[in-house]
């Protein structure tokens, strides 16, 4: 892993290890892990490899038992956990497997719900609705879906809707855990095209968790979970 | 935001929710309208007699001279000598007062003795009279008024000839003398709907050719003569009194407690039917009792409802942490669910209970003589709502701790 500027990492990670407290038998190191600005990265792993443990990690909901986190050089795993959740609104956008938006909300209202929290992103934007709009519209849904109750739309639908939220007000990194895999092949790859144009857009950097080896290609780079995990302590 | 999306959430559960609300505000409006009823009979309890100063009897305590003079329950110990009724009537305090005289029964109604002063002077419910609703008041010796209840319970009409039993469960009847039904009063709420009145002179004359509680045997006096006789009341049972001045009551009932000639209880019927309440509400706290372990039980319903639908309800909290919200914030969005749902159900149980009360008020009235004002929320409906809110969102605090704990521990992880 090539690192000529520290400042050009937006995710660092440095000899991270933690366990769950009730499960002994699951423990994940991480010596080293570096993601630089604007990268695209696929991070590959099976399930029950420690995935979603590290996407929990990096996005603050876990504390590491020892080691360091660092976003954007800031150095997380020290923060409280109000100044967590504050740092995770302000900087990352999260796009889970599906079920990604509150189903009774609108999809205007499902897209904003961020900057609710975040004042940084609402700074960054100066039309709230005509933003999520233009979101909208550039991963091609229709007008008529922002006021629409989100449970009304396909699931392909939602994902795309989801990848506006996780975009609206440009955060920095963009975390997407398995995205594609409610969605057909087609779609998956419709699905893809549309989320990258708009990552590219919007200069974000991606991480992206998947089992799928076929969407190699799309990254900068592509690294095997096994590969930055290290057994045991 | 937060405020628009939770009511999304409700609306989303609009069948759950509606029957919660629902649930919650039968609860409440029992409680309401148990507190209304128990609050109602006490005014109605203590508005029995009103603008009555004293109620003068022989020597008994507060409570049985009440019991018997008013609601013609159980039988006085002695009785008064028209004498001392006679020189406390004349005392400069007395403005007005009213004898009666009781012992006898129809079946199984009372009978009370007075003069024609009782209809003018004896008030309820703060200051109301005693109508007439048919017939007329007694003019004849052989006239009789009904209460209202007995009229209608034993369907006597105006004329009917009644015949009056000696003593209050006897087998000895004052047959020799029928009396005839002159008059029906109006309902009232009050021992007087179960009251056979008559004169006092029907009183004296019924009991002509009887001596010491027994009929002289062989003795008859025909009708003729007995309406000739002296029939003005030797003894009365009770009295009730007003007095010139309120300043001079206690002074006058210290003058009766301690008349000479004679042992004589004097009251106020107030005092006394606030302490008679005391005895007999033990009742009403026992319905405030049960109606406060209602809401109880519907708060804890209302916890348990959001508790389950906590577990569906995980992924919801996970992508609140996700987009940035604090365990506070899903803690928050919990309570204010509760807060709404709580506070729908004031609103909810206001609009039932006034319903209700307007379909049972006049029955209520009609059948036990509780007359149940029907108002705007008091201050204290009011307070008792906004405790209402304050413990639902109390309790509605152990499911969101719970989901406080799981949007912690989830994390990224979302249990579908």
């Known amino acids: 892993m090539e690192k000529s500027n520290l400042n050009a990492d937006t995710i660092r990670i440095n000899s991270v290890k933690f366990h769950w407290s009730n499960k002994n038998d699951f423990k994940i190191n991480v010596p080293e892990f570096n993601v630089a600005r604007g990268e695209k990265v696929l991070l590959l792993g099976e399930s029950g490899s420690g995935k979603t443990t590290l996407l929990s990690l990096i996005c603050g909901f876990l504390k590491p038992i020892s080691g360091d986190i660092f976003l954007n050089d800031e150095i997380i795993n020290n923060l409280s956990a109000r100044e967590k959740d504050q740092y995770r609104c302000d900087n990352i956008g999260i796009i889970f497997q599906q079920f990604n938006l509150l189903p009774y909300a609108k999809v205007i209202d499902n897209i904003l719900l961020p900057l609710y929290f975040s004042k940084t992103r609402v700074q960054n934007i100066k039309d709230q609705k005509g933003t999520a709009a233009n979101l909208c519209k550039s991963l091609r849904l229709p007008d008529e879906v922002l006021n629409m109750q989100a449970s009304k739309l396909s699931v392909g639908q939602q994902q795309r809707v989801a990848v506006a939220r996780a975009l609206i007000g440009n955060p920095p990194l963009i975390i997407a855990d398995e995205p594609t895999s409610a969605l057909d092949k087609s779609a998956q790859s419709i699905f893809l095209d549309l989320m990258f144009s708009q990552i590219s857009e919007s200069h974000s950097t991606l991480l992206m968790v998947s089992h799928d080896e076929s969407l190699s290609q799309r990254f900068d780079r592509v690294i095997n979970l096994d590969d930055i995990l290290k057994e045991g302590d | ?416």
């Open chain 2, 1 to 416: 935001m937060l405020l628009k999306l939770t009511f999304a959430s409700l609306y989303a559960r609009l069948l759950t929710v509606s029957m919660t609300v629902f649930a919650i505000s039968l609860s409440l409006m029992l409680y309401l309208s148990v507190e209304k009823l128990r609050t109602s009979a006490y005014t109605s309890f203590t508005d029995t007699i009103s603008q009555t100063d004293l109620i003068l009897g022989s020597r008994t305590s507060s409570i049985q001279l009440l019991l018997y003079s008013v609601f013609r329950v159980g039988n006085a110990t002695n009785n008064i000598t028209w004498e001392s009724y006679e020189e406390i009537m004349n005392k400069d305090e007395v403005e007005w007062s009213v004898p009666i005289s009781l012992g006898d029964s129809h079946k199984g109604f009372r009978v009370m003795g007075t003069n024609l002063d009782f209809f003018k002077r004896y008030k309820y419910r703060g200051g109301q009279s005693i109508k007439i609703s048919e017939g007329n008041y007694f003019d004849d010796l052989y006239d009789v008024v009904l209460g209202a209840a007995v009229a209608e319970k034993l369907k006597y009409n105006i004329g009917k000839s009644i015949i009056v039993s000696h003593g209050i469960k006897s087998f000895t009847d004052h047959d020799d003398q029928p009396f005839k039904v002159s008059g029906i009063l109006e309902k009232t709420g009050t021992p007087v709907d179960n009251t056979v009145i008559v004169s006092l002179e029907a009183i004296e004359a019924i009991h002509v050719d009887w001596s010491s509680g027994a009929k002289i045997p062989g003795q008859e006096t025909p009708i003729e003569e007995i309406r000739k006789m002296d029939l003005s009341a030797k003894n009365i049972t009770a009295a009730f009194i007003g007095v010139k001045s309120k300043l001079t009551i206690f002074k006058l009932q210290r003058w009766i407690n301690e008349y000479p000639e004679e042992a004589l209880t004097s009251i106020l019927p107030g005092v006394a039917l606030h302490e008679l309440w005391r005895i007999i509400g033990i009742v009403e706290n026992l319905l405030l009792g049960i109606s406060i372990v209602v809401i109880f039980t519907t708060l804890i319903g209302m916890s348990a409802i959001i508790f389950s639908s906590l577990n569906e309800r995980r992924r919801e909290m996970a992508i609140w942490r996700a987009m940035g919200a604090s365990p506070n914030v899903i803690i928050g969005i919990l309570m204010l669910e509760a807060f709404i749902i709580s506070f729908l159900s004031t609103l909810v149980s206001s609009i039932f209970l006034y319903i209700l009360l307007n379909i049972l008020q006049p029955w209520i009235d009609n059948t036990y003589g509780i007359l149940i004002n029907i108002e705007l929320l008091s201050f204290k409906d009011l307070l008792i709502f906004i405790l209402f809110i304050i413990s639902a969102m109390l309790v509605s605090l152990i499911p969101a701790i719970r989901a406080y704990w799981f949007s912690i521990n989830d994390g990224m992880t979302i249990k579908i």
